[in-house]
């Protein structure tokens, strides 16, 4: 079974909590090796790969499908309504499906793909990723209203200017390194882009970007004169680059795409409003190490970058 199966279970229940989520992933068989690491590609070939319901998660979350803990309100996930996120491309309009399916929105998809007017994409451990395309937004709109779907024009400007800067205090929360000896320390290396062995008492003395590591938890620090605050993992580790001044984003207006070391994903919801242009996952290029985001338009990459402050090149 896939993960379109997956969506599917979750569309009908609507919510639930996080126990049943793993169950339905362990009853519908989704297959192992179409699952990601948290940091697919972020951290490639780290060992401590999480396991599938993690990963699926951290996917359906990205690509805007569903939302989980903080974000699914009473409950532990919930998914989104069906929805359209609209963008402006130099080619015209386009909109990529979000959220709930059902098997008449599923037929209508087809039908849609079948007269040309839509595109469907395929990713390892990713629902089918659906999306329309239009010279006219209007057509977009009444497509959407027709197969009962929300819609939103320039999501992913809408997502980006809610975001705040990753230097804002507003990010970092006050919190103690974690007590015990069991826990495995590692630094993040701004220059070599990768996290490297330490130990407590470095990680405590020393200015930098930290990662504790128990079992399947994972904590992220940054000290900073003499300061200690929790952060996203991603968000870390861009306050290191911009502290040692280093550029990491690449755009090439010609293809559109938005380029990135794997180990600079840009955090989650820079990530889900990148991603929303296209609708689809990035690609992850062996031979460069990088992940490629297509369809990304010039003004949400600079929005991007703003927050990341980082300049593009």
Same mark, same amino acid.
Request: net charge neutral; with cysteine; hydrophobic share 45%.
């Given at each position: ?9 979750? $569309? *009908? /229940? ?67 309504? @069906? ?17 709930? /399916? ?49 819609w939103q024009m320039d999501a992913a400007?809408?997502?980006?200017? =809610? ?5 804002? /205090? *507003?990010?970092?929360?006050? #919190?103690?390194? @974690? ?28 200015? +930098? ?8 938890? #994972? ?6 004169? !003499? ?5 996203? +993992? ?7 680059? /911009? ?20 180990? =600079? ?11 929303? =242009? ?8 062996? $031979? ?24 593009? !090149?």
């Open positions: 079974m896939s993960a379109n199966a997956l969506l599917l279970w979750m $569309s *009908a /229940r609507v919510q639930g909590s996080w126990q049943q989520f793993r169950s339905a992933v362990e009853e519908l068989h989704v297959a192992a090796d179409e699952a990601a690491d948290e940091e697919e590609a972020a951290d490639v070939g780290d060992q401590y790969a999480l396991p599938i319901y993690q990963a699926l998660r951290l996917n359906l979350q990205r690509l805007g499908h569903a939302e989980f803990f903080a974000g699914a309100g009473d409950s532990e996930w919930r998914v989104v309504p @069906p929805s359209l996120a609209i963008t402006h491309h130099p080619f015209g309009w386009r909109g990529a499906v979000a959220g709930a /399916r059902s098997p008449r929105l599923l037929d209508s998809m087809h039908s849609a793909e079948r007269s040309g007017t839509l595109e469907m994409f395929t990713a390892p451990a990713c629902p089918d990723a659906f999306r329309l395309q239009a010279s006219d937004p209007d057509v977009l709109v009444a497509v959407a209203k027709e197969m009962g779907l929300l400007a809408a997502i980006l200017q =809610c975001l705040p800067v990753i230097d804002d /205090r *507003a990010v970092c929360r006050d #919190r103690d390194f @974690p007590v015990g000896a069991d826990w495995r320390v590692e630094r993040f290396s701004a220059s070599a882009l990768s996290w490297q062995a330490s130990s407590r008492e470095e990680a405590e003395s020393s200015n +930098g970007l930290s990662r504790w590591i128990f079992g399947h938890q #994972r904590f992220f620090f940054v000290r900073r004169k !003499s300061m200690t605050w929790s952060v996203p +993992g991603q968000v870390g580790k861009y306050l290191m680059l /911009r502290q040692a001044r280093r550029k990491v984003l690449r755009y090439d207006s010609d293809l559109a795409s938005l380029r990135v070391p794997a180990p =600079c994903r840009p955090p989650f919801l820079v990530e889900r409003a990148i991603i929303a =242009c296209s609708g689809r996952p990035p690609d992850y290029i062996a $031979s460069s190490g990088e992940l490629v985001y297509h369809d990304v338009p010039a003004g949400t990459a600079r929005l991007a970058a703003a927050i990341l402050r980082q300049n593009l !090149s």
